[in-house]
């Protein structure tokens, strides 16, 4: 399995309509996480990086939008353990 499908299989483990209530879509496989961008009747609309942190075995969570090809980030969250993916997602993505 790679690192991507853990991520997503963790987070569906945690609620499973989780990513229906951010209006997923656009999922990528990064290598080193999984990439998508929420959408629909959430508060905050971007996209959503989760990278997986070998060293520390805890996941960085990146918050951005892409605007007019620039990239503007609000929001970085770094060491997140697997059981709180969900709630610190959706506490920005709402």
């Known amino acids: 399995m790679n690192t991507a499908t853990i991520?997503?299989?963790?987070?569906r483990a945690l609620d499973r309509f989780a990513f229906g209530a951010w209006g997923t879509k656009d999922m990528v496989n990064m290598?080193?996480?999984?990439?998508?961008?929420?959408?629909?009747?959430?508060?905050?609309?971007?996209?959503?990086?989760v990278k997986y942190d070998a060293g520390q075995d805890l996941y960085n969570v990146d918050f951005f939008r892409i605007r007019k090809a620039e990239v503007k980030y609000d929001q970085r969250l770094e060491g997140v353990f697997a059981e709180d993916l969900?709630?610190?997602?959706?506490?920005?993505?709402g």
Do not use: A, C, N, P
């Not at 290598?31 to 990086?49: A, C, E, I, N, P």
């Not at 969900?86 to 993505?93: K, M, P």
């Open 7 to 11: 991520i997503r299989d963790q987070i």
């Open 31 to 49: 290598g080193d996480g999984l990439k998508f961008k929420t959408s629909g009747m959430t508060r905050w609309k971007g996209h959503v990086y």
């Open 86 to 93: 969900v709630r610190v997602i959706d506490e920005v993505v």
